[in-house]
């Protein structure tokens, strides 16, 4: 691989990738992104501009998708509209850019013959029971519950019908959450660290026994390099790192980690149609392309994720007050 297109590189999990191809392969890497409010210049700024250069465009935009697609040797796709409850309050753009944008990608790797490695979400599964031992595997039929997750299951859908009638080749990966730096503060982790690091209070949804599979974001980043270079055409893998913890942990393990006293938070309306419980089994990753996380102490990187934020205040805080107020609104 000499060139990579990486769409969505302004973003949390893309930008992280962007680092680790170019600190672990010779490649040069072109990004495409829309710059929506999600996106951040600042996290591509340490890019060595010989090796990675941004292209502000809509991955839904067939023009600028099949100019860069036509210079490359394989496309990786994060571009997406990613938050939940954005997509209970307008599911809108989740519909034009994770399904027309997937779509419009398709088309230009089709047309040049041209690698892709789509980035999806354990969500598609729907959720699971709490304490029951299932976990969700790659023949875990899907299940959706939100618009978001609905979304990100049509566009899988549209990249195994390319492969399957176009023998277009593509791999599908489907992760866990995903917890590090330049994170945007609307979600979970960041929300609740730059809450206390500015003064104010944990807000947990409903009870918070909903589980979640913490991933850092340095492992999936490596678990998607690997099945770029060695994962079979056509095929998809989950990726975790068994990181299953309820919020109510989480929640305490950042109050104890800041100093606060493990009870000092508030219960906030709950998210409507809240999936309870998400896990993943790994084990073909793991066992066909040796991929391990290097991340396994969950408390360990939540406590470098925490000093991350302390030291980059100046990277969230211009986002902070029109996020709240927008939680605040609906009593969030
Ligand atoms: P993010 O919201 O932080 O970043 C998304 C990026 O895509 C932003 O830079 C945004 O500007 C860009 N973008 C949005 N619409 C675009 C468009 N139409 N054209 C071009 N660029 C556009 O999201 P993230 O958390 O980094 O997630 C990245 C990918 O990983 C998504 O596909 C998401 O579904 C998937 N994923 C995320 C997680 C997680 O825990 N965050 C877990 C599993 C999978
Ligand atoms: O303030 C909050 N309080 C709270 O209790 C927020 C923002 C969230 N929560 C809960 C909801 C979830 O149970 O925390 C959990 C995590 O919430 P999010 O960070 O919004 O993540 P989630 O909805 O689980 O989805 C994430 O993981 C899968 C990513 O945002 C998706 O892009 C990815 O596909």
């Excluded at 340095?218 to 390099?225: G, K, Q």
Aim: aromatic share 8%.
């Amino acid at each position: 691989m000499q060139h990579v297109l990486v769409t969505g590189g302004a973003g949390f999990i893309g930008a992280n990738f962007v680092h680790h191809l170019l600190t672990h392969t010779d490649a040069r890497v072109t990004v495409l992104d829309k710059l929506t409010y999600a996106a951040s210049e600042a996290s591509l700024a340490e890019a060595d501009p010989a090796r990675c250069e941004l292209v502000v465009g809509d991955v839904a935009d067939p023009e600028v998708v099949d100019r860069l697609v036509s210079g490359v040797d394989a496309v990786v796709h994060f571009a997406a509209e990613s938050h939940n409850d954005n997509s209970l309050d307008d599911p809108s753009p989740f519909i034009r850019t994770n399904l027309v944008g997937t779509f419009t990608l398709l088309e230009a790797v089709r047309r040049h013959g041209v690698r892709l490695h789509h980035v999806s979400t354990d969500e598609v599964y729907g959720d699971l029971e709490l304490d029951a031992p299932q976990r969700f595997t790659e023949e875990t039929p899907y299940r959706p519950s939100s618009p978001y997750s609905a979304s990100k299951a049509g566009s899988d859908h549209l990249v195994r019908a390319w492969v399957r009638s176009f023998g277009v080749h593509a791999t599908i990966s489907n992760c866990s959450n995903n917890y590090g730096p330049w994170q945007h503060v609307e979600k979970f982790i960041p929300r609740q660290v730059t809450n206390l690091l500015m003064g104010g209070r944990v807000k947990l949804y409903g009870t918070g026994e909903n589980v979640r599979d913490w991933i850092h974001v340095e492992d999936h980043s490596s678990a998607v390099l690997a099945i770029l270079e060695r994962g079979r055409a056509g095929e998809t893998y989950l990726i975790g790192a068994d990181g299953e913890k309820n919020n109510l942990d989480v929640v305490r393990m950042v109050l104890r980690l800041l100093g606060r006293a493990e009870d000092d938070f508030d219960h906030v309306t709950d998210r409507a149609g809240h999936d309870l419980r998400y896990a993943i089994d790994s084990t073909k990753l793991r066992e066909e392309l040796g991929w391990r996380p290097s991340y396994e102490d969950f408390e360990s990187g939540l406590e470098q994720t925490i000093g991350w934020y302390r030291d980059h205040e100046d990277w969230w805080r211009p986002h902070k007050e029109a996020v709240e107020q927008g939680y605040a609104a609906k009593g969030q």
